[in-house]
């Protein structure tokens, strides 16, 4: 069973940046598909950001050119640098493992974004 546990969620100002931590008990970068998936109040769980064992990376729309997906495989962690936040980036944010049929989620970090 694989656990995984974000990290660095807070309160930023509207312009600001944060920079998302998801450690995995394992190493699993190299067989499994990687995300980020965020939830706002009263609205369903959105894929925010994707990372293939090869490196690929994929973005929605609403956070290209200010988010970054990343990953440190001697560490074990997953990262999503997040700049210049805005108040609809506020959400709980979750870690993702992927392969074929096996799915593992974080507990999420919640991300504020308000002045």
């Known amino acids: 069973q694989v656990q995984l546990v974000e990290s660095g969620g807070g309160l930023v100002q509207p312009g600001g940046s944060l920079r998302l931590s998801c450690a995995a008990s394992e190493n699993i970068f190299t067989i499994y598909i990687m995300a980020w998936y965020r939830q706002a109040p009263g609205k369903q769980r959105e894929l925010v950001a994707l990372?293939?064992?090869?490196?690929?990376?994929n973005y929605v729309a609403s956070v290209k050119g200010r988010f970054t997906v990343s990953r440190d495989n001697a560490k074990n962690t997953l990262y999503l640098q997040m700049n210049s936040l805005k108040p609809e980036d506020t959400a709980v944010y979750y870690c993702n493992a992927r392969r074929r049929s096996v799915e593992y989620w974080g507990k999420g970090t919640l991300v504020t974004v308000s002045s």
């Open positions: 990372l293939t064992t090869g490196g690929t990376t």
